[in-house]
């Protein structure tokens, strides 16, 4: 009995504590279990200062941090300095298409762009570095940086380097 008590209270302060951390806070929630969404609140990095530089800063002053890993569009959006904004990249992907920011047609994306992959139902996205490269999570198990755009499969394509806002 003393066991089945201790397990209710941990489970009750998990929930507690989720339901503490509201839900718009981390975008990739409802992609990632509970166990990970605690972790990714307790170390979300400083957020960047709202800049497209200021961005590719935020990821080159954090590069080798793992706490983002899954959390992409958390990632790049912190590096502008918020957080919240899209559910996923995909989603953030289709709203740059819908207004009409998307760019497809194989020009260079400059510093601070967003870029974008169809890797999964979620998709991916970094920020770009101006040279062809970009920055993101899960460039080699961390927030990382490649010199080509053909890192991750299914390039998408780029959207203009500014804070994310919804549609």
């Keep these: 009995m003393r066991n089945h008590r201790l397990g209710r209270l941990a489970a ?39 800049t497209a530089q200021g961005a590719v800063e935020w990821f080159q002053a954090n590069a080798g941090d793992t706490s983002y890993e899954g959390l992409c569009e958390m990632a790049v959006e912190n590096a ?28 260079t994306p400059p510093a601070g762009a967003f870029v974008y992959w169809n890797t999964s139902e979620y998709g991916h996205v970094g920020i770009a570095d101006g040279n062809g490269g970009f920055h993101s999570s899960s460039v080699g198990g961390t927030l990382g940086h490649s010199d080509s755009l053909s890192y991750f499969p299914n390039y998408l394509g780029w959207s203009d380097p500014q804070v994310p806002a919804a549609r």
Excluded: E
């Design 12 to 50: 009750t302060s998990l929930a507690t504590a989720l339901l503490a951390a509201p839900l718009a806070a981390h975008p990739a929630v409802a992609d990632t279990p509970p166990a990970q969404v605690a972790h990714a609140a307790a170390t979300q990095l400083s957020p960047g200062d709202g």
């Design 80 to 107: 502008y300095g918020v957080t919240g904004v899209w559910p996923s990249a995909i989603d953030h992907w289709n709203g740059a298409v819908a207004a009409g920011k998307a760019h497809t047609d194989g020009s």
